[in-house]
């Protein structure tokens, strides 16, 4: 599961939700690609900050993805080991 630190397991993604973050995370890159050009060309600040605001926002859709597809993966497999839920919480409020 992905949460999971100790023995740090390898997320195992549905091909389907990893091609769906793999294109979130490339997007995400081309934003921060852009954000880096608008510094050099000194842009407006409020230009920036709007670029910044929707790189971020989308970083968090895709750690929200990652963490849906690890609860998903503990429902279906209901039978291993229940989640910690404190470490569960803490993850949740990591994406804040």
Same mark, same amino acid.
């Given at each position: 599961?992905?949460?999971?630190?100790?023995?740090?397991?390898?997320?195992?993604?549905?091909?389907?939700?990893?091609?769906?973050?793999?294109?979130?995370?490339?997007?995400?890159?081309?934003?921060?690609?852009?954000?880096?050009?608008?510094?050099?060309?000194?842009?407006?600040?409020?230009?920036?900050?709007?670029?910044?605001?929707?790189? @971020?926002? /989308?970083? %968090? #859709?895709?750690?929200? &993805?990652? $963490?849906?597809?690890? =609860?998903?993966?503990?429902?279906?497999?209901?039978? @291993?080991? /229940?989640? %910690? #839920?404190?470490?569960? &919480?803490? $993850?949740?409020?990591? =994406?804040?």
């Amino acid at each position: 599961m992905p949460w999971q630190a100790a023995g740090r397991s390898r997320v195992k993604l549905d091909p389907e939700v990893r091609g769906s973050l793999q294109r979130r995370l490339r997007r995400a890159r081309g934003q921060v690609d852009g954000i880096l050009r608008m510094v050099e060309d000194e842009r407006d600040c409020a230009e920036l900050l709007t670029q910044l605001s929707a790189v @971020s926002r /989308a970083l %968090d #859709r895709a750690a929200i &993805e990652v $963490l849906s597809a690890g =609860l998903q993966q503990c429902a279906v497999e209901g039978e @291993s080991a /229940a989640p %910690d #839920r404190v470490k569960l &919480e803490r $993850l949740f409020l990591s =994406l804040r």
